[in-house]
């Protein structure tokens, strides 16, 4: 057949190379399927093999092989359930109300000069102080209780947001704003809602996103302290050396963050739609 050669598909007629590239495409693909799994299971076997061999001590990195059995044992005890309804609260609490203030604050700044003049050096003074230091905080104003695991949430997440909204808003092309004053938007909510926020939205997106994992971070370090979530249940395994459990739970975080980020892409994909 001559290359080149249009070949008739079910009422269409696609050129002979994009013929070739299809299976091409999908054999790298699979390539790189295959690869990642073959990568997965020698991660397995050289954590599997590391303690049945006594290079480490099983009681301080267990088996992979025994994590299937404490994971079905906290399930059944009805621990695991319990614990991931308590660290959900608290992410999902903090994660808004860290996003909400950053977002506002974050527009302020970016669309008035006056309020980032007014703001820029309490910026810098609270900015790199870790979550972890305002723990003592968190204990003496709220106590050991789920709102001071809100409030370490939202301020790790706060920053992020923040500094995200900032940039996009300040990012945006000046030629948008001139031709928005062309078109009669003057004040600042016509600006803000016709303009900046649609063109800003992308980076405030990504912003966000970047906050869902820090925000699980977050949760660790709030609830190791005693509040009850999974950050507890970790603490509590690690101080009877089983390790198992604790990597049940590790595990866990990751899977739910995993959820929460497929989902969020699938929500980012459908407010960004007007870009496709």
Do not use: C
Not at 26 to 33: N, Q, S, V
Not at 165 to 192: K, N, Y
Not at 247 to 273: N, S
Request: net charge positive; hydrophobic share 60%.
């Amino acid at each position: 057949m001559a290359a080149g050669k249009d070949i008739p598909v079910t009422g269409t007629t696609l050129p002979a190379p994009a013929r070739k590239a299809a299976p091409t495409a999908t054999l790298a693909a699979a390539r790189r399927i295959g690869l990642a799994a073959l990568g997965l299971a020698l991660f397995l076997a050289l954590w599997e093999a590391l303690p049945r061999l006594g290079l480490v001590n099983p009681m301080l990195l267990p088996v992979p092989s025994v994590i299937p059995a404490a994971f079905w044992a906290e399930i059944t005890s009805g621990a695991w359930a319990t614990a991931v309804r308590a660290s959900l609260g608290h992410y999902m609490i903090g994660l808004v109300l860290g996003s909400v203030l950053g977002l506002i604050l974050g527009i302020a700044t970016g669309m008035s000069q006056l309020a980032e003049d007014m703001t820029s050096w309490v910026v810098r003074v609270l900015r790199p102080i870790p979550g972890l230091a305002w723990v003592p905080f968190a204990i003496i104003w709220f106590g050991v209780s789920p709102s001071s695991a809100v409030f370490i949430i939202a301020i790790g997440v706060f920053w992020i947001v923040f500094f995200a909204a900032h940039g996009a808003i300040r990012g945006v092309d000046r030629d948008l704003i001139e031709v928005a004053d062309a078109f009669g938007f003057r004040s600042a909510r016509e600006r803000l809602f016709k303009i900046l926020l649609p063109a800003a939205m992308p980076g405030i997106l990504v912003g966000v996103r970047t906050a869902l994992g820090q925000a699980w971070m977050a949760v660790v370090a709030a609830e190791i302290f005693g509040v009850p979530g999974l950050g507890q249940r970790m603490i509590q395994a690690s101080s009877l050396l089983a390790t198992e459990i604790v990597v049940v739970y590790m595990l866990t975080m990751a899977a739910l963050y995993g959820l929460l980020d497929t989902l969020f892409v699938a929500i980012q994909g459908w407010v960004l739609r007007w870009k496709a």
